[in-house]
């Protein structure tokens, strides 16, 4: 049996799937600061039985958790002669340009921390000066006098050559074998030495939080004999063993989301549907991402606390390309000094939750405004709900201060939630030159099923997908996935001049790289297969595009066809292009998957059942336009394969609701997902 679990910040989820490919699932509350325990706590609700366990996935926010709520270690940073306050200086570029009184991000690593070492390469990675070993033990000497818990080494084009880097981290080991130690070359093989060091820095300042994390899971999965085949889901949208997780744990930044994201594309592919917008709102935020022509797109231009009033803080390592914002389930729904109506970032967690929770919460949320117009049963909650007090946390709250009922003032919250969810969906469609009527949205989480039919209409999409079980949908997506390790070099050649024997050994030495690791982790060569991208750009220009280019040698035709594919999806991505520049590579990507077996999906059973016979009730819904009006309830387990519904109804199951609005047809597939047809006309 396999089993994935994912933790967010309201629920940890939980998906399994036996020998014969039937699946379940479960949820239960997440359990900070002790996460783990919110593992086991939701193995055992599934009532699976521990000893069949043979492979255990896992997708974990204890890193962005870390970072953001700056509950990691003191560090420690190594760095080069001269380049100590390449942290502080940063990027010149300023998000938020009017703003005289602009603070710049203030360093993860203090000024004091930050110890030169007389070290140098130049910039095609030949040694200047070489290493003074002794500068190394005169700074952890200052180190542990200072307390500090890890440290961090990045040396000036240690991304071409990491000899000194390397050095330097044998020395701290050997004479401090206590400290946790992160080199940027184990981490990043990019350029831009501001991202690469924050990158490290991170790794180090997340890194003693992550190993007890992990540790301590791998404790208590050891004590119910869950012993091997364990991994944890990584930011580029593969798995890979609880040992890497611990050298690298920047890694798993967005380590649960990802899981959403891959498992849309696999999706997308069991339907024949390759142009997908995944969409996920949870408790605490909703997250979106683009797949085109089924390619989950991954990025190392990651940046956390990003906005558009800070710079916020780059990770030079993949990650499929995620935008995020505060709006979930739990997103209280606020007024500010203006008198305007928000909604988020701020949310009332699992803990005391929404009002509807009846466990201390008194500012209304997302929730709370979807229990009170109808699109949610009370009967679904895991508490008693008292919608007096729902109610009069909207009259109080929101409906008071604008003279409006409180049916309104729950509308406008649900409307507010919806237009930062709207702007996030055209951030990573319309503004990157893709036609949203070109694509389908894929909604899932505990909210996207119930905010994705009026969404995909306001943005243009004619078609929405509900996928089974849609809650755990991320948790699903880790079944699916592969192990999966990314290699990226920076590798400035023109391409119109490119030696074709030197580029086909870099790729060949890239290959080789990922072989010994994939051995290390017991797949055999002949499970591992490569997908190769670009990074290409016009000569003198600052931004490139990744281009997917040939698995095979390279040729004068395979520069050919590199060349227009480039022309062409810089004229996509930019609007232009320039067919008669010279064109040259930044970085060389190959993606190396370890394939392990997928469990089968199986249809649903022929039914003679009818749509009445999975209608529960009707009862009042609040709608814009019509008011409250009576709307027909449907129990999702119910409905068979080929069973049509038209709106406004609601389809229900124990941890999501279906809304379907005016206009609107659901149809069911012989998969069992719900598919919308949100009435948008090309």
Same mark, same amino acid.
């Given at each position: 049996?396999?089993?994935?679990t994912?933790?967010?910040?309201?629920?940890t989820?939980?998906v399994?799937?036996?020998?014969?490919g039937?699946?379940?699932?479960?949820?239960?509350?997440?359990t &900070?600061?002790?996460?783990?325990?919110?593992v086991?706590?939701v193995?055992?609700?599934?009532?699976?039985d521990?000893?069949?366990?043979?492979?255990?996935i896992? %997708?974990?926010?204890?890193v962005?958790n870390?970072?953001?709520?700056r509950?990691?270690?003191?560090?420690?940073?190594?760095?080069?002669?001269?380049?100590?306050?390449?942290?502080?200086?940063?990027?010149?570029?300023?998000?938020?340009?009017?703003?005289?009184?602009y603070?710049?991000?203030?360093?993860?690593?203090?000024?004091?921390?930050?110890?030169?070492?007389?070290e140098?390469?130049?910039?095609?990675?030949?040694?200047?000066?070489?290493? /003074?070993?002794?500068?190394?033990?005169?700074?952890?000497?200052?180190?542990?006098?200072?307390?500090?818990?890890?440290?961090?080494?990045c040396?000036?084009?240690?991304?071409?050559?990491?000899t000194?880097?390397?050095?330097?981290?044998? =020395?701290v080991? #050997?004479l401090?074998p206590?400290?946790?130690v992160?080199?940027?070359?184990?981490i990043?093989k990019?350029?831009?030495e501001?991202?690469?060091? /924050?990158?490290?820095?991170?790794?180090?300042?997340?890194k003693?939080t992550?190993?007890?994390?992990?540790?301590?899971?791998? /404790?208590?999965?050891?004590?119910f /004999?869950?012993?091997?085949n364990?991994?944890?889901?990584?930011s580029?949208? #593969?798995v890979?063993?609880? @040992?890497?997780a611990?050298?690298?744990?920047?890694n798993?930044?967005?380590?649960?989301p990802?899981a959403?994201?891959?498992?849309?594309a =696999?999706l997308?592919d069991? =339907?024949?549907?390759?142009?997908?917008i995944?969409?996920?709102i949870g408790g605490?935020?909703?997250?979106?991402?683009?797949? !085109?022509k089924?390619?989950?797109?991954?990025?190392?231009?990651?940046y956390?606390?990003?906005s $558009?009033?800070?710079?916020?803080?780059?990770?030079?390592?993949?990650?499929?390309?995620?935008?995020?914002?505060?709006?979930?389930?739990?997103s209280?729904?606020w007024?500010?000094?203006l008198?305007?109506?928000?909604?988020?970032?701020?949310?009332?967690?699992?803990?005391?939750g &929404?009002?509807?929770y %009846?466990?201390?919460?008194?500012?209304?949320?997302?929730?709370?405004?979807?229990?009170?117009?109808?699109?949610?049963?009370?009967k679904?909650?895991?508490?008693?709900?008292?919608?007096?007090e729902?109610?009069?946390a909207?009259?109080?709250?929101?409906?008071?201060h604008?003279?409006?009922?409180? $049916?309104?003032?729950?509308?406008?919250?649900?409307?507010?939630a919806?237009?930062?969810?709207?702007?996030?969906?055209?951030?990573i469609?319309?503004?990157?030159g893709?036609?949203?009527?070109?694509?389908?949205?894929?909604?899932?989480g505990?909210?996207?099923?119930?905010?994705?039919?009026?969404?995909?209409?306001?943005?243009?999409?004619?078609?929405?997908?509900?996928p089974? !079980?849609?809650?755990?949908?991320?948790? *699903?997506?880790? +079944?699916?996935?592969?192990?999966?390790?990314d290699?990226?070099?920076t590798?400035?050649?023109?391409?119109?001049?490119? @030696?074709?024997?030197?580029m086909n050994a870099?790729?060949?030495?890239?290959?080789?790289?990922?072989?010994?690791?994939?051995k290390?982790?017991?797949?055999?060569?002949?499970?591992?297969?490569?997908s190769?991208?670009?990074?290409?750009r016009?000569?003198?220009?600052?931004?490139?595009?990744?281009?997917?280019?040939?698995?095979s040698l *390279?040729?004068?035709?395979?520069i050919?066809?590199? +060349?227009?594919?480039?022309?062409t999806?810089h004229?996509?991505?930019?609007?232009?292009?320039l067919?008669?520049?010279?064109v040259e590579?930044?970085?060389?990507?190959?993606?190396?998957?370890?394939?392990?077996?997928? &469990? =089968?999906?199986?249809?649903?059973?022929a !039914? @003679?059942?009818?749509?009445?016979?999975?209608?529960?009730e009707?009862r009042?819904?609040?709608?814009?336009?019509i008011?409250?009006?009576?709307t027909?309830?449907?129990?999702?387990?119910?409905?068979?394969?080929?069973?049509?519904?038209? #709106?406004?109804?609601?389809?229900e199951?124990?941890?999501a609701?279906?809304?379907i609005? $005016?206009n609107?047809?659901?149809?069911?597939?012989?998969?069992?997902?719900l598919?919308?047809?949100?009435?948008?006309?090309?």
């Open positions: 049996m396999r089993v994935a994912d933790i967010g910040g309201t629920f989820d939980l399994y799937v036996d020998d014969q039937t699946f379940g699932y479960a949820k239960s509350h997440t &900070p600061p002790n996460f783990e325990d919110g086991i706590n193995i055992r609700k599934s009532s699976i521990f000893d069949e366990i043979d492979m255990f896992h %997708g974990s926010t204890v962005i870390a970072l953001t709520e509950k990691g270690v003191k560090v420690g940073l190594l760095t080069t002669k001269g380049t100590r306050d390449v942290l502080e200086i940063a990027r010149g570029n300023r998000p938020d340009l009017y703003n005289f009184k603070q710049k991000p203030e360093p993860f690593v203090e000024r004091h921390l930050r110890i030169e070492v007389e140098r390469l130049d910039y095609k990675g030949n040694v200047v000066t070489s290493l /003074n070993e002794a500068d190394i033990a005169k700074a952890i000497e200052y180190f542990k006098e200072e307390k500090v818990e890890a440290i961090a080494i040396f000036l084009h240690s991304y071409l050559n990491p000194h880097e390397a050095r330097a981290a044998e =020395i080991k #050997g401090w206590e400290v946790s992160s080199a940027s070359y184990e990043t990019e350029w831009r501001y991202e690469r060091t /924050n990158t490290t820095v991170l790794n180090s300042y997340v003693p992550a190993n007890a994390y992990i540790n301590n899971l791998s /404790n208590k999965l050891s004590d /004999n869950i012993k091997e364990r991994y944890i889901m990584q580029n949208g #593969g890979t063993t609880f @040992d890497n611990k050298n690298i744990p920047i798993m930044v967005e380590s649960g990802v959403g994201i891959f498992g849309a =696999i997308g069991m =339907i024949g549907e390759e142009n997908i995944a969409f996920d605490t935020t909703a997250k979106c991402s683009l797949i !085109s089924g390619e989950v797109k991954v990025t190392t231009d990651y956390i606390e990003k $558009e009033k800070k710079a916020g803080y780059p990770i030079k390592v993949p990650v499929v390309d995620i935008v995020e914002i505060g709006n979930g389930g739990g209280i729904a007024i500010d000094e008198g305007s109506l928000k909604v988020g970032p701020q949310s009332a967690g699992s803990s005391p &929404p009002v509807a %009846g466990q201390g919460g008194k500012l209304p949320t997302t929730t709370d405004a979807n229990l009170f117009v109808g699109r949610l049963s009370s679904n909650f895991d508490y008693e709900v008292n919608l007096d729902v109610r009069y909207i009259e109080e709250n929101v409906a008071g604008f003279n409006v009922t409180p $049916e309104e003032g729950a509308l406008g919250i649900i409307d507010i919806n237009s930062n969810m709207l702007n996030a969906l055209k951030l469609s319309v503004r990157k893709y036609d949203p009527q070109d694509f389908t949205l894929v909604a899932f505990g909210g996207g099923p119930m905010h994705a039919a009026e969404l995909a209409r306001d943005l243009g999409v004619r078609k929405v997908i509900i089974a !079980s849609p809650s755990v949908f991320s948790a *699903w997506g880790m +079944l699916m996935t592969d192990l999966r390790h290699y990226i070099q590798y400035i050649k023109l391409l119109n001049t490119l @030696d074709l024997v030197e870099k790729w060949a030495d890239l290959e080789q790289h990922a072989y010994e690791q994939f290390k982790e017991q797949v055999d060569e002949d499970r591992v297969l490569f190769r991208f670009a990074d290409l016009y000569v003198g220009q600052e931004h490139t595009v990744k281009v997917p280019v040939p698995t *390279w040729d004068e035709e395979s050919a066809d590199i +060349l227009t594919q480039f022309h999806m004229e996509q991505i930019y609007s232009f292009n067919p008669k520049s010279a590579i930044v970085n060389v990507h190959l993606i190396s998957f370890g394939k392990v077996e997928k &469990p =089968i999906i199986s249809k649903l059973e !039914s @003679d059942a009818s749509v009445s016979d999975a209608k529960i009707e009042d819904v609040f709608f814009h336009n008011g409250w009006h009576q027909p309830i449907y129990d999702r387990a119910k409905l068979t394969s080929g069973l049509e519904i038209t #709106g406004p109804a609601i389809v199951e124990q941890s609701s279906t809304v609005m $005016e609107q047809k659901l149809l069911v597939d012989v998969y069992g997902n598919i919308i047809e949100t009435g948008v006309k090309s």
